[in-house]
Each structure stands twice: as C-alpha cells, then as structure tokens.
C-alpha cells in the first residue's frame, strides 16, 4: 500500500478545471517529484493533498484511509505537512517562534532536540534564533519554511518550489538538504521547476501538463526521455 495516493482527483476554482484526473502515489521512503510548467496545477495538487482545496471527484488517500474532506490541520496531525509556494513564514515572528509554530500540530512539549535538528540542517538559521523573519534573506526565509514544516514531524514532506529565486549555490544547497531530509527518514513530494536537479534529487518522477499526468517514471528514466528533454530541461 502507498503511503500517500491520490486518484483520479478533479479540483477546480470556480468554473476552471485545474486538476484533470490526476492520479500519482508516494512510497514509504521515497523523494516523488511531480514536475510541469507555469500552470500546470503543480501547486493545486499540493493544496489539494494538504486539505487546502477539496477534490469535486476522486480520493486522497494516507495509509489506504481518505484524508480528503479533512481540514487542513487534521491532515497536518496525520502526519502531512507543506513548505507552501513562495516561502510564507511568519514576517513579524523570529526564526525561533515560526519552528514553534510549525509544531503546534503535535501539542505536546517539544524537546530542544527538535529545533536542534533543524538548526543542525540550516546553521543560518541557528545563528538568527531571534531575528524577524520577514529580515531573513529570500534563501534563508526558504529554509525556514522548510524547517517550520518538518517541526510537524511529518511523515510526508511536501515542498513547493524550494528552489524557486535562489541563487545557484542555495539550489545545490537545498537539494543536498532535501537528500539528508530524505535520507533520515522523511518521504517528501517535491514540486519543482527545476527539473533537472528535481530529477537528480528524485526517486520517481510525474510530470503534469495542463490538469493532467502525462509521463510517470523513474527520475532517471524522465531525466533521459526526448520530450521531457525539450520541454522542461533546456534540450533540443
Ligand atoms: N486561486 C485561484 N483561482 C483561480 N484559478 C487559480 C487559482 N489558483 C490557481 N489557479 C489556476 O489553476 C491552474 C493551476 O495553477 P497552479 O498554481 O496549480 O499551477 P502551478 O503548476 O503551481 O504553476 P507555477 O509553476 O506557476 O507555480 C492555473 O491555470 C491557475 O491560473
Ligand atoms: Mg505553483
């Protein structure tokens, strides 16, 4: 059984058909990555998984239980948390106070361990404990979404464009980090632009084209196919 699956889902805005029957799953253990350009429903198949849309057909589905029709912060409790689009921290919280916020899903006490993981992940941000985050660096307000999403302990990760307005450096940077993320056990679904390094980074990949799946394959496989060359890797 997949940890995490989505079937047949159709979302919309209103009257636009955003997600066309889409269909994907995410093993236990694996980086899934789910590609595709500008407006291609990258961002509503997240949203849709997080609770933050509900699917007008088809199933969301954690451990083989629905998860759609949940709210947002039920599905963080089961174990799904989002590193939203565009790196929405908390402007006017420290670094410190959005981690903590990140956990509030878990009501319990945090150990110190916890925020020393996250801290040992992004030293940058260790040594802005107490700075606003709306001061951090574009890189650094990304690194900290990422941190406030995994303070939830989730067993899937998603991450919307973590790469998106980075210098080249940070890129390499945060995909080396999305490898150890993975590494130490944390499934992650990650939506990239950048298919090269997503596919590099991947175990699996989709590729989504105008509400739909159109190639799903191993990241290797999708790395050297011709038509996912020319559309989304700069080839000709
Ligand atoms: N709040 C909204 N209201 C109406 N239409 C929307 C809304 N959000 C997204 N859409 C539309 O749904 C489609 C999919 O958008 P989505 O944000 O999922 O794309 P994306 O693949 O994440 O793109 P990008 O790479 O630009 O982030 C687009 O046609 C978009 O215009
Ligand atoms: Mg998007």
Sequence with gaps: MALLEVKDVHTYYGAIHALRGVSMSVEEGEIVTLIGSNGAGKSTTLRTISGLLRPRQGEVTLRGARIDGLRPHEIVE???SQSPEGRRVFARMTVHENLEMGAFSRREKVPRDDY???YDLFPRLRERT?????TLSGGEQQMLAIGRALMAKPSVLLLDEPSMGLAPILVEQI???????NQTGTTV??????????LGVAHRGYILQSGEIVLADAAAVLAKDEAVQRAYLGGD
Excluded: H, K, S, Y
Aim: proline share 0%; hydrophobic share 55%.
């Design 175 to 181: 995909f080396e980090i999305i490898r150890t993320i």
């Design 130 to 134: 107490a700075q606003r985050a709306g």
């Design 78 to 80: 089961l174990g799904v």
């Design 116 to 118: 020393d993981r996250i």
């Design 189 to 198: 679904l990650l939506v990239e632009q950048n298919a090269l390094m997503a």
